[in-house]
């Protein structure tokens, strides 16, 4: 079963954000070991304007993932997203899942991850975006990742982690999990989940609230939405899986998010 982005399903529902306003694009991020490539979508004329880091789900970047950081900087934020697999291969030329996790996915460390991370908020911070109103968001493969860098990043001001694992990794080169971190968050993470996601029980989210419950302040103020009937990857709307009112209201909660810890 092929779920990956060329293959255009739920095409009628695909969700395409223009560019007015915005200043936006594709572009080489300087990374360690090289470039990177990456887009971004701000709004037009805009210093200072909070930022928030989009990882990409299992597929990489592609024209989904650039959407929702137009999405983003239509509510006023400086989005920046990057292909944090490149170094690995090309996820735009795998149809099958496991096949992608093997060869490609298992592959990428954390450490990397962070790294590049970390070198996109540098870019955006020259850009004029405003790191000290620094978010994260992350969707699937990169909803884990919002966990992990949130513990990782002290610049963090807020989290938004969609249907990322909370229990597991990919591969063998996965060193700690958001269990292990759950308790010393350095900001709030919001986690939006669905019920019938069969990747992630619902007995993980109970877990992991409990994790965050026993945290320090962040983690403490960290919640979940978890939607009943919604699977994995409900938000992500070139999917079968899309589910157009849980993804209206998990959009909603987010911004709701951001506007409290990024905007106040």
């Known amino acids: ?22 200043a936006q694009g ?4 300087p990374v360690p070991g090289g470039t990177q490539q990456a887009y971004y979508a701000a709004p037009e004329g805009v210093k200072g304007a909070p930022l928030v880091l989009v990882v990409q789900e299992i597929f990489g970047v592609h024209e989904h993932i650039k959407d929702i950081c137009r999405r983003l900087a239509k509510a006023g934020y400086f989005a920046v997203t990057s292909n944090l697999y490149q170094r690995q291969g090309d ?9 992608l996790v093997a060869e490609l996915v298992a592959k990428v460390p954390d450490e990397q991850v962070f790294g590049d991370l970390d070198a996109a908020l540098a870019w955006a911070q020259a850009q004029g975006a405003d790191a000290s109103r620094l978010g994260i968001t992350g969707f699937c493969w990169g909803g884990r990742i919002t966990w992990m860098y949130a513990a990782h990043n002290p610049k963090v001001k807020a989290g938004v982690a969609w249907y990322g694992k909370l229990a597991s990794g990919h591969g063998p080169l996965i060193k700690s999990v958001a269990f292990d971190v ?4 350095h900001a709030p993470v919001l986690g939006l ?3 019938q996601d069969s990747s992630i029980p619902v007995e993980d989210v109970r877990a992991m609230e409990a994790k965050l419950a026993a945290g320090n302040a962040a983690s403490k103020a960290s ?14 709307d ?3 899986s899309y589910n157009a009112e849980d993804a209206k209201d998990g959009w909603a909660r987010m911004l709701a998010w951001f506007e409290r810890y990024l905007k106040a």
Do not use: E
């Open 26 to 29: 594709d572009f080489a991020l």
């Open 1 to 22: 079963m092929s779920f990956a982005p060329a293959a255009g399903a739920a095409a009628a529902t695909t969700i395409h954000t223009d560019t007015q306003g915005l």
């Open 91 to 99: 996820a735009s030329a795998y149809t099958d899942i496991p096949k």
């Open 238 to 240: 070139y999917r079968p």
């Open 223 to 236: 919640s979940f939405v978890v939607y009943p009937n919604s699977g994995h990857a409900f938000l992500a």
């Open 182 to 185: 759950a308790g010393a968050l």
């Open 193 to 195: 989940y669905g019920a």
